[in-house]
């Protein structure tokens, strides 16, 4: 072996090195995005499947009025949402939608969804001066949406609010919110 | 940067038991940790940064397909690290027949003295390590491009330092003897 051998075996690899070139982040998003797939695959399959299976329906006439009163109810409150502006239109055809979580021991609070790849830290939510409540408003494309808060940075919760809750295709809940061209849709 | 020893590697365990308890969206922390931790290795192994990102995204579906397979959530590391290896060799050997001549042509008449440029250098060294075996190819990406101490590298590869030494040492010779033949 010759010093001329060594020194070119050095310099060869500190070239080499020097133009390494690592993957960078879209494997995270690459990888994320086929799960998720999965999931909204698994979701989808759950919610057709509800629509197309028979189901016995029971009614009783008291609760009957009851569950009455309270569609009535909610068809104003999504009347006043939308006069209020929380789910106005905004012009490129999103709709700003908001979503608030009480949680006073929360020291952060994000919003993670399918609109966002599920990312945990890219929706922050903002909380409110003297109180426990998290809220972020944000624009949405008109359709059904899934989502999670996460508390903290590592606690992966459901909204207590949600409009409804789905199968995530692993045994477990994602919240669902369905978003109109107008607004704000109670499913 | 460390490894898989076990300090990162309780903070991989308690990941894995999230995902493995429904938190299914916590394993992008696990990718983008992994990606940070093998990506250049995976680099030199797929000779390419396109084709190792294709590589670990095979892994590391692979990996979370598998997921409730691991005995030892603590071992994440090394675990991922023997699924990431195999789709890595796998690309190589694919890539390798896609390659075209001129890219791998050697040329000659270099001198100690003539700037290397890192095209220059990554056409010697790629072809250099397609000379050794994968188990050669591997440590000696580890030690001697990544400079990873000879612990990590045992760990990694489930294997005695004092093996390593001397794999390190033959992948060394074969190397230096290819680069001497492109001079």
């Known amino acids: 072996m010759t010093e001329h051998d060594d020194t070119r075996y050095e310099r060869m690899l500190a070239a080499y090195r020097d133009g390494l070139r690592p993957p960078g982040d879209e494997v995270r998003q690459r990888v994320m995005t086929e799960l998720a797939g999965r999931r909204q695959g698994a979701a989808e399959r759950a919610w057709w499947r509800w629509f197309v299976q028979p189901h016995t329906v029971r009614v009783r006439p008291m609760l009957a009025a009851a569950a009455l009163v309270i569609v009535v109810g909610l068809s104003a409150s999504v009347s006043q949402l939308l006069v209020d502006g929380n789910g106005a239109a905004i012009p490129d055809g999103t709709v700003l939608v908001q979503f608030e979580l009480e949680f006073p021991q929360a020291e952060t609070v994000a919003l993670a969804g399918s609109f966002n790849d599920w990312n945990d830290s890219a929706t922050q939510f903002t909380r409110h001066e003297g109180s426990g409540v998290w809220s972020v408003t944000i624009p949405l494309p008109p359709g059904r949406h899934e989502y999670l808060f996460v508390v903290n940075g590592e606690q992966w919760v459901p909204d207590p609010r949600a409009h409804a809750a789905v199968d995530d295709g692993f045994g477990n809940l994602n919240s669902m919110i369905v978003v109109g061209p107008r607004g704000v849709v109670r499913s | ?183």
């Open chain 2, 1 to 183: 940067m460390g490894l898989g020893g076990s300090g990162v590697d309780g903070a991989d365990g308690k990941l894995v038991r999230r995902i493995l308890g429904g938190e299914t969206h916590a394993y992008g922390k696990l990718v983008d940790r992994y990606v940070e931790r093998f990506g250049e290795y995976a680099t030199s192994l797929c000779r390419d940064a396109d084709i190792a990102a294709d590589a670990m995204q095979e892994a590391f579906i692979r990996a979370y397909d598998r997921l409730s397979t691991l005995k030892d959530p603590d071992q994440f590391g090394a675990w991922f690290f023997r699924i990431l290896t195999n789709q890595c060799h796998n690309h190589r050997d694919r890539r390798r027949s896609y390659v075209p001549l001129d890219t791998v042509a050697v040329s000659g008449g270099r001198t100690p003295d003539q700037d290397l440029t890192a095209a220059e250098a990554k056409r010697a060294i790629d072809a250099a390590l397609d000379r050794l075996t994968p188990d050669l190819r591997e440590t000696f990406v580890l030690r001697e491009i990544e400079g990873r101490p000879y612990s990590e590298i045992a760990a990694l590869q489930d294997t005695g330092e004092a093996a390593l030494r001397k794999r390190v040492e033959r992948a060394k010779e074969i190397v230096r003897a290819a680069l001497e033949e492109d001079a």
